[in-house]
Each structure stands twice: as structure tokens, then as C-alpha cells.
């Protein structure tokens, strides 16, 4: 899944980018309104972790023109206003969901999970494919009944491929929804991970090279 987060308090912004990673979920980081803008002009995010009091431009401002331009991502408001006269404005504004600070983390990552199935076709919360199980609520990967003990970046891969539910599914787009912007293009990030990822998952192989084209399970 990728995230953006956009909040102008840089430790709470670095803090939840954080968070969210070690969920296993790709984060980006924007501390202002432009910036937000910028990633999101040549991104695609699953989710947008949006703070409503944003710098350079406002986040009413931002979730407008995300709104205006259709953009498939779903977004979190986050206030420091818990009223309710501000969750029904903030949600007017076209926003899917809002929290107000302080939050617990735990709900955060409760209602990113619930946004991302929601920024695609309807999935179970808990995929199955090949034997198989991935629940991502628990961080927990099974292959016919056995726990299969992954990385952050191996279950993001996973539940990438499982979510495609057969389709192929490139590098590209792997790169892209389990690592952030920072990572070279040019890596082979993704072909070691998958190299790993089949040795933990054992035999028979489930997951298939399609040449030139990509990976699918």
C-alpha cells in the first residue's frame, strides 16, 4: 500500500511515516500543502494522510483540487479540532474519513487499512490465494496452515501479489506500492526480495516469473 503523509509538525509527520512503515505500507512525506500536491501530481497513493492546518497551501485547499481532480486515492483528515461540526465540514469538503489529534496510533493504522481496501475493488480483509493466508491486520502469513516469518518488504511484495488476485504484476508497480520515492528504479530490490519470498514460502513454487512482463501468484 502507498501513503503520503502531509502534516507540517515534522516529528508527528516523521513519527506516523514511521508507524506506517514498520506496517509494512510505502510512505512518503509532504510538510506542506504544496508539496502535497507536487507528490500527488505524479503519483498514485492508496491513501492520503492529510492534516487540515497545512502551510503555503491549506489542507481544505488540498482535499479540494485532490476531490476536483478524481483522483482514486482516499483520504484522512487529520484536526486538531475534534468538533463535530468540523468532522461534518471536513468531510463536505470530500475527505473519506477524519481523526482528530491526539489519536492512538493503533486506530490510525486501523482506519489506513480500511481506506486502502477501499481505494480498490472490494477484497476480503484476509487474502487467500494457493494455499497461501494473509491477514494483514495481523501482520500474519501462513502457507497451508504453517506461519511464514516475513519481512516488512517481503509481505508488502506478497500482499501485492495477492491482491491482483492471478493478475501480472511489474516491477514497476512493486516498486511503487511497497518502497517510497526514494528508491533507484534502476535496483534490484524487487528480484531479490522475490528470490527471498519464494525460498520462505517452500515448495511447490506459487509465485511465477512472466518474463518481461512481471510477477504473479
Same mark, same amino acid.
Given at each position: ?53 497545512? /502551510? ?57 487499512? #480500511? ?5 480498490? /475493488? #472490494?477484497? /476480503? ?10 491477514? /494483514? ?81
Amino acid at each position: 500500500m502507498r501513503v503520503l503523509v502531509v502534516e507540517d509538525e515534522r516529528v508527528l509527520a516523521d513519527a506516523i511515516a514511521t508507524g506506517l512503515r514498520r506496517e509494512a505500507m510505502a510512505v512518503d512525506v509532504a510538510y506542506d500543502g504544496a508539496g502535497a500536491l507536487e507528490r500527488t501530481g505524479y503519483i498514485d497513493y492508496d491513501v492520503i494522510v492529510l492534516d487540515r492546518d497545512l /502551510p503555503k497551501v491549506h489542507g481544505d485547499e488540498v482535499c479540494r483540487r485532490l476531490v476536483a481532480s478524481r483522483t482514486a486515492s482516499r483520504i484522512l483528515m487529520l484536526t486538531a479540532s475534534g468538533d463535530v461540526d468540523d468532522k461534518v465540514e471536513g468531510l463536505g469538503l470530500g475527505a473519506d474519513d477524519y481523526l482528530a489529534k491526539p489519536f492512538v496510533f493503533i486506530e490510525l493504522v486501523a482506519r489506513v487499512r #480500511a481506506l486502502g481496501r477501499r481505494s480498490a /475493488p #472490494a477484497l /476480503p480483509p484476509v487474502l487467500e490465494r494457493a494455499g497461501v493466508r494473509l491477514d /494483514p491486520g495481523k501482520r500474519l502469513v501462513t502457507r497451508d496452515g504453517a506461519e511464514v516469518a516475513l519481512t516488512k518488504k517481503e509481505f508488502a511484495v506478497l500482499e501485492e501479489l495477492m491482491r491482483a488476485e492471478g493478475a501480472v504484476v511489474s516491477q514497476e508497480d512493486l516498486l511503487d506500492k511497497a518502497w517510497d520515492e526514494n528508491i533507484d528504479p534502476f535496483t534490484n530490490v524487487v528480484r531479490v526480495t522475490m528470490m527471498t519470498l519464494r525460498k520462505k514460502l517452500g515448495e511447490p513454487q506459487v509465485i511465477e516469473t512472466v518474463p518481461g512482463v512481471g510477477y504473479r501468484l
